[in-house]
Every structure is written in structure tokens, then in C-alpha cells.
């Protein structure tokens, strides 16, 4: 099994829209939890933590089902800028972070 | 305050010619990482600095050499490149390896011919 899996997209949504990406990883040792976006031709930049007990930032909402191994990252009311790549990041083996490869989503006019 | 810079931003090797990619941050942070990114494969972790003077081996390390002479810089050297090290080289630094919040450059488009 690998070490995460994520849906690589595309996800086209209407502006306005409400959408959800989940995220699989199979290192249950696993202490830390994120959300990176990557825009097109730029550097991963951090969207939010994810805490166990599920947290919220505006539009955007994260979760955390350790039981089953996934995080989950919703936004709601979807905007034209939030047209990016999210990438799902857990602490992974060796004590490293490691990283999906990323839910490509565009949010159309 | 620059956060995370990169050097070159675009480079084209011919296959077994060498460079080097430097990354500084003004940050203080005592991580420092070199990350490729290739399609559909996500970001792997080359090589990684715990602080001055010391470098560790990530992910997939093969081919790849660094070194952390300075706390506020991290070099990636090719010795000898090849075609498959065509890629998005990334350099990141945080506070501590976990936990904390990685700050990204803004990456060097390799390409090895």
C-alpha cells in the first residue's frame, strides 16, 4: 500500500460551489497532519493544519479519521483563486513529512 | 526578509556534467531540505539538515550530494547528471523537523538532455 493516496483530479466546480478532497495514509505512527496548495509552476505553500479533533479556517474545513486512516480537506463557497493543486502531508516513516501528489481542482466562472 | 531563495531558477545540463543549486533562508531555521518533484509522483525528499554541519539521507539520495557549511545555507550538487534527474528541484526550511510549518523556495526547473 502506498504510503498516501490522493485522488490526482481534475475537479472542475462552478464558483460558488462546495467540494471535498479526502486523503489516505497508511502510516498509522503518523503524528502530524496537512494541508499544502500548490499553484500552477509555484512552491507548495501551507493551507492549514489539521488537528485531531477537526478544525476550521473560514471556508475551509479540515478533518481528521484516524480509525480509517484519511484526512479531508472541504471548502465551501468555492472562489476562482482557490484554483490550485492541494496537496495532503502526514509525518511520515523515518520522521520525515511526506507528501501526496496532489488533487488538482479548478473552480470555473 | 527573503524567506526561502533559490539559485539558478532554470538550468539545462548535457548528461554527465555537474552543477550545483544553492539554497539560503534568512529564517534561522536550524531543518533545511531538498525535495524533486516529478509528475504524478508528489514531492520525495532527497537529502536533509538538522543543522550546520550535519546532512542526512532522504528518500532517494542516489546521484545527489549536499552540504551545510553555513546554518542559513544548503547546497545540492549533481556530480555526474543523468536524464532521469530531470525535474523541479525544491528547497524548504522549518523551525524543527515536525510540526512545524515548511517554507518552500521557489524551485529550480532542471532539465538533463
Known amino acids: 500500500r502506498k504510503e498516501v493516496e490522493q485522488d490526482p483530479g481534475p475537479f472542475n466546480v462552478p464558483e460558488g460551489a462546495t467540494v471535498a478532497f479526502n486523503c489516505t495514509y497508511s502510516n498509522s505512527a503518523s503524528q502530524s497532519f496537512f494541508w499544502y496548495r500548490q499553484d500552477c509552476r509555484k512552491e507548495p505553500k501551507l493551507l492549514m493544519s489539521?488537528?485531531?479533533s477537526g478544525n476550521e479556517d473560514g471556508r475551509f474545513t479540515a478533518q481528521l479519521n484516524r480509525a480509517s486512516q484519511y484526512i479531508s480537506l472541504l471548502i465551501r463557497d468555492s472562489k476562482l483563486s482557490d484554483s490550485a493543486t492541494y496537496l495532503c502531508?502526514?509525518?511520515?516513516?523515518?520522521?520525515?513529512?511526506?507528501f501526496g501528489s496532489g488533487t488538482q481542482l479548478t473552480v470555473l466562472p | 526578509n527573503a524567506g526561502v531563495t533559490q539559485t539558478p531558477k532554470f538550468r539545462v545540463l548535457k548528461t554527465g556534467q555537474s552543477m550545483t543549486l544553492l539554497c539560503a533562508q534568512d529564517?534561522?531555521?536550524?531543518?533545511m531540505y531538498w525535495y524533486r518533484q516529478d509528475p504524478g509522483m508528489g514531492l520525495r525528499l532527497i537529502h536533509y539538515?538538522?543543522?550546520?554541519?550535519?546532512?542526512a539521507k532522504g528518500e532517494v539520495p542516489d546521484g545527489y550530494n549536499v552540504s551545510r557549511l553555513k546554518k542559513q545555507n544548503f547546497l545540492l550538487g549533481l556530480e555526474s547528471a543523468a536524464p532521469s534527474q530531470t525535474s523541479v528541484y525544491f528547497c524548504?526550511?522549518?523551525?524543527?523537523?515536525?510540526?512545524?510549518?515548511?517554507?518552500f523556495g521557489p524551485g529550480t526547473r532542471l532539465t538533463v538532455t
Open positions: 539538515s538538522v543543522g550546520e554541519g550535519t546532512t
Open positions: 502531508v502526514f509525518s511520515g516513516s523515518a520522521r520525515q513529512l511526506t
Open positions: 489539521v488537528y485531531s
Open positions: 529564517m534561522n531555521h536550524e531543518y
Open positions: 524548504a526550511s522549518s523551525y524543527s523537523r515536525q510540526g512545524y510549518e515548511q517554507y
